[in-house]
């Protein structure tokens, strides 16, 4: 539909189009966050399907022992507002400059608030486009894809106009000022990308590693010959996955910069009872890529599921006492 819907506004000049999509972004909006009341009114009823349906068990806010369960728990039961400011692509960058006395973020090639600003050469320039109040919505530009600038206005408008977050019960989202941002495409000499390390922490503490090399696309998010393995802080290799593929043969050293994440990792998280610090490494480079409070929104399993009663046991909800679990 909305592939449809483009191709009828390309006849219209560029502010009627952006009008109409702003119409139509509100009324899908409006449709969310109906669904959202609704599932709220019902105690959670469509949330708590969704992860019987994924996990094979009722979900147990009162006493949430499993890692996901934990984080459908904070989602629903634990407004910290800072989840808002480091969830927000723009701002989160100068919180962790701040807090880590460097700025390891990767820089920002523009900021705007309106699709039409999007500068007439963004068609060919290689970068990524992201909104400041999602997670996900990224489009990957390319020169080399002669890709038009109408097109890329529209679909980042889209992104833009539409809210993020209401039918996972992600409210924080809905708090963070909306904007354009650009980053320049990381890659190195041969045009790979980077690899992704991300670090599970506790308290500031680093529990493991998740860690996908460059044979998996961080920045668009799709597998070639995916190695994506899972490490201890020592960097030994534990048997779990998430994308069902346990390489028995992993023998990548562990990266000259590691102690350079786990510090980092360590400042960024310590004031948070659970985050995912994500790093981008590109040769001897270290990049700061993002700061995630809800991984999957807890929808994506740990195999085995032992790892999941791990990583539960490692989180220590703060507020949980008061809000009801324990």
């Excluded at 592939?3 to 006849?11: A, E, P, Y």
């Excluded at 702003?22 to 709220?40: E, H, S, Y």
């Excluded at 980077?194 to 529990?207: I, T």
């Excluded at 998996?216 to 996955?241: C, H, M, Y």
Aim: proline content about 6%; hydrophobic content about 40%.
């Amino acid at each position: 539909m909305k592939k449809r819907v483009f191709n009828i506004l390309k006849v219209l000049p560029m502010q009627s189009r952006l009008k109409i999509l702003k119409i139509l972004a509100g009324w899908k909006n409006a449709r969310d966050i109906q669904k959202r009341d609704k599932d709220i009114a019902q105690d959670y009823a469509s949330l708590k399907a969704r992860f019987k349906a994924t996990h094979g068990r009722e979900l147990n806010l009162e006493v949430p022992r499993l890692f996901n369960e934990k984080v459908q728990w904070r989602k629903l039961r634990d407004p910290n507002p800072m989840f808002a400011l480091v969830s927000d692509k723009t701002l989160a960058k100068g919180w962790a400059e701040e807090r880590l006395g460097e700025n390891l973020s990767v820089p920002d090639l523009f900021v705007v608030s309106d699709p039409i600003d999007l500068p007439e050469d963004i068609a060919t320039t290689d970068c990524m486009l992201k909104v400041t109040h999602a997670s996900g919505r990224n489009i990957v530009i390319r020169a080399a894809e002669c890709r038009s600038r109408t097109d890329i206005v529209l679909e980042i408008a889209w992104m833009l106009y539409r809210d993020y977050g209401h039918n996972l019960h992600e409210g924080h989202y809905q708090e963070i000022d909306r904007k354009i941002v650009a980053e320049p495409l990381l890659v190195d000499s041969e045009g790979n990308p980077p690899s992704s390390l991300r670090v599970h922490s506790f308290d500031g503490k680093p529990f493991c590693f998740q860690y996908d090399t460059a044979d998996f696309d961080p920045i668009v998010r799709k597998a070639t010959q995916s190695v994506s393995v899972f490490l201890t802080p020592d960097w030994e290799l534990l048997p779990v996955t998430r994308d069902g593929m346990i390489p028995d043969d992993f023998t990548r050293p562990a990266p000259l910069l590691l102690p350079k994440v786990l510090d980092a990792a360590q400042k960024l998280s310590c004031d948070f009872d659970y985050m995912r610090v994500d790093f981008f490494l590109l040769g001897e480079e270290l990049f700061l890529s993002e700061l995630s409070l809800f991984p999957s929104s807890g929808f994506r399993l740990f195999e085995p599921e032992s790892f999941a009663e791990e990583m539960g046991d490692a989180w220590t909800l703060r507020n949980v006492a008061s809000k009801g679990g324990s």
